[in-house]
């Protein structure tokens, strides 16, 4: 489904990945985890080429693009069609409203006529908790129903992978269970999704691969049982231990 390959990335002297390889199968949850500034979100962006890799490639769903050649406008939006992303702060547009939200990708990428993109919208918002908030602002709505709104968004364009940079990191700490929920909801379905998270105890029950990095290298990957209860490299075990005090 996804495949990474040969993946190099730097800011001006900074080489924040470094030779990544990885691969996601179809229906796969696979997590991120890793210390702050080891490229787990610069991962999560070159897969949907947000961020432009300076060499390798990445593929999803048999769509390639490959940075040692050019690559036009229209080769970068078919790829980018491929998955769907949920940030960090939600990136809702203010002036509209939940429904309007999740109708906007439908009607502009979708090409969808209103009336057919704002009954999908409304069945979405139920999906993920919000039948009844769907004429609500994002002022009006809380950190987690926000962002379940911007949930909503990413999986309404019927998205191949869903990608999560950290979706709990901004909200006050009783909002983040119901994000996870939805997550895990979504997970259960078969959806295939890369979530960046310090959630461990989220990924111990969700991921079927976790991925931990540290300084733009995949230092380890595996199950959640063979990552967190027996973890090989000693840099994992360290940073797990730092966790768990």
């Known amino acids: 489904m996804i495949r990474l390959s040969n ?8 080489h924040v990945l470094k030779n990544i390889d990885l691969e996601v ?6 997590v991120i985890i890793g210390p702050s500034g080891s490229g787990k ?18 593929s999803i769903d048999n769509v390639e693009l490959k940075f040692s050649e050019k690559i036009n406008k229209r080769q970068l939006l078919d790829f980018r069609r491929k998955s769907g992303m949920v940030f960090q702060h939600f990136n809702l547009f203010p002036h509209k ?18 009336e057919v993109a704002s009954e999908k919208a409304k069945k979405i918002l ?22 379940r ?3 909503a968004r990413a999986i309404a364009l019927d998205p191949k992978v869903v990608l999560f940079d950290e979706p709990t990191s901004a909200l006050d700490p009783e909002l983040v269970r119901e994000v996870l929920k939805v997550m895990q909801d979504l997970a259960s379905t078969g959806m295939t999704m890369v979530i960046v998270t310090h959630e461990l105890s ?16 995949i ?23 730092m966790l768990q005090k």
């Open 202 to 217: 989220f990924a111990k029950n969700v991921a079927d691969k976790v991925v931990f990095m540290d300084n733009g290298v």
């Open 41 to 58: 979100t610069t991962v999560l962006r070159c897969i949907n080429a947000l961020e432009m890799p300076d060499t390798g490639s990445v």
């Open 97 to 114: 409203t939940a429904l309007e939200n999740v109708m906007e990708g439908l009607i502009i990428v979708k090409k969808l006529s209103r």
């Open 149 to 151: 709104v911007g949930i």
């Open 126 to 147: 139920d999906l993920v908790g919000l039948g009844d908030k769907q004429e609500n602002y994002p002022h009006q709505l809380s950190g987690g129903q926000q962002q």
């Open 25 to 30: 199968k179809e229906g796969e949850v696979v």
């Open 219 to 241: 230092v380890e990957q595996g199950t959640p049982l063979e990552v967190f209860e027996h973890p090989s490299n000693d840099r994992t075990k360290q940073f797990l231990s």
């Open 7 to 14: 993946i190099n990335k730097s800011f001006g002297t900074n």
